[in-house]
């Protein structure tokens, strides 16, 4: 055990005693966490929503442009997928940033603003395919930046948390240990989470769920077998507590 506990350590693993250690071989059922555990926790641009006349990669540049100044949580893979694609980014100008609205600045000689809907439009109305790219990504749980350029909204960027590339092949590997059954719990919409749930070979995909359901579902499981809970949140702490 000592043995064990010391081996973990090395590899950055906490285990909070013996007992625990000894349960875990006998593990039958996991469950894990969506966001951070079975997905990288880091977005990644999955499309350009174009508007108007301005080409996908010429918003995705503009939009770039303006976001290598700023520490949003976006601007990031926004800067790295334009940059992936080889376009050239130039420095803006004028920049201003709204707190919880978005970032605004010239690039090249044009406006050009960056962030949620109704700041970027500035309550003007949906075209139809607006309303239909709000709606889907709402769906489907993916994020969007809106993009505005000369002051006219031109585009919506989708950003999607993308699946670790080991979780299908580490879930087989579990099972191969003796893990027979797997449950992905999550308080995403139901869609997002079957999505990656059963695209990892999840047995059950609980979605929707809040911190307390989280524990209960933990709880019900727990009668099958011996219980393993993953979850990276501080949301996920009673339900970790709850596992075996």
Excluded: Y
């Excluded at 540049?61 to 100044?69: C, K």
């Excluded at 489907?140 to 989708?158: C, D, F, H, L, Y």
């Excluded at 879930?171 to 003796?178: K, M, P």
């Excluded at 047995?203 to 979850?231: F, H, Q, T």
């Amino acid at each position: 055990i000592v043995a064990g506990l010391s081996r973990c350590a090395a590899r950055g693993i906490i285990v909070k005693g013996g007992a625990p250690l000894e349960a875990l071989g006998r593990a039958t059922v996991l469950l894990l966490d969506k966001t951070g555990t079975l997905t990288t926790g880091r977005p990644a641009l999955r499309e350009v929503h174009v508007f108007g006349a301005i080409a996908a990669d010429e918003v995705l540049r503009l939009a770039a442009s303006l976001d290598q100044v700023s520490p949003h949580v976006f601007a990031a893979p926004l800067v790295g997928a334009a940059r992936q694609k080889g376009l050239q980014l130039s420095f803006p100008t004028a920049v201003l940033e709204h707190h919880g609205e978005g970032i605004e600045g010239e690039v090249d000689g044009l406006q050009v603003a960056l962030g949620k809907l109704a700041w970027v439009n500035k309550d003007q109305p949906l075209s139809a395919a607006m309303r239909q790219v709000r709606r889907s990504t709402a769906l489907e749980g993916t994020s969007s930046v809106w993009v505005a350029i000369g002051g006219a909204t031109a585009a919506t960027i989708v950003l999607h948390d993308p699946i670790r590339t080991d979780a299908r092949s580490t879930i087989r590997a579990l099972r191969r240990s003796g893990i027979q059954r797997v449950v992905m719990i999550t308080g995403d919409h139901p869609e997002v989470a079957e999505t990656v749930g059963f695209g990892i070979g999840a047995d059950l995909v609980l979605a929707e769920r809040s911190p307390a359901e989280k524990v209960e579902a933990v709880r019900n499981e727990s009668l099958r077998g011996i219980s393993v809970m993953v979850g990276d949140g501080l949301n996920d702490a009673p339900a970790l507590a709850a596992a075996n």
